[in-house]
């Protein structure tokens, strides 16, 4: 299953030099704006907007993707911005394997998949991975955006009681500082201006 998910998005992103905005997702800067720097996890990182914004606010980020494409422009992203000492890149399928280590935050930008994506794991794996004190936070798209094909519309998004409950939390104590659909403005790849749907999700481990 590696191979053919690792392949899927190997050719995502072959197709275009840039995927992404290279700009780091906006409630993950909120959530993590507000907290003393520490020692990061960015699961799916891509591109690495979300790992180097990070590191330029002075966590160490350990960012973890599928993609070796994706990765090499994280790498690129983070030399450009001489912050190699604070990331660390690393390539992986997380419905297989997991980074080791504890982390002062988790973050889950995004991570949907039209391929395998076994959610349920990697989500029990990154709350074992929060320190103490420390935040997991998950978003996700709530719906479609405007300006998306017609079977994107079609599709189900899992809700955010769907989400709380495919989190294992195991025995850890954990304070919910968030849990809510939120709306944000965004533009489509043809300049098309939305409103876009996300679901926003803040744990603490107490």
Partial sequence: ????????????????????????????????????PGRALDLGCGEGGDTVWLA?????????????????????????????DRVRLV????SEAFPDGTFDLVSAQFLQSM????????????ARAVAPGGLLVVVDHAAAPPWAPQH???HVFPSIDEVLGSIDLGDGQ?????????????????????????????????
């Fill in 115 to 126: 391929v395998h994506l076994d959610r349920e794991r990697i989500f029990a794996a990154a």
């Fill in 152 to 154: 994107v519309h079609d």
């Fill in 56 to 84: 330029e606010h002075g966590w160490h980020v350990v960012g973890v993707d599928i993609s070796e494409t994706a990765l090499g422009r994280a790498a690129a992203a983070a030399g450009e911005r001489g912050l190699t």
């Fill in 1 to 36: 299953m590696t191979s053919e998910v690792k392949q899927h998005w190997e050719d995502r992103y072959a197709e275009r030099n840039q995927i992404w905005s290279g700009r780091v997702n906006p409630w993950l800067a909120e959530v993590a704006g507000a907290e003393n």
């Fill in 91 to 94: 390539q992986m399928d997380l």
């Fill in 174 to 206: 954990w304070d919910q500082v968030r849990a809510a659909t939120v709306e944000r403005q965004a533009v489509g790849p043809d300049g098309q201006q939305g409103l876009l749907e996300d679901n926003l999700i803040v744990l603490r481990r107490t």
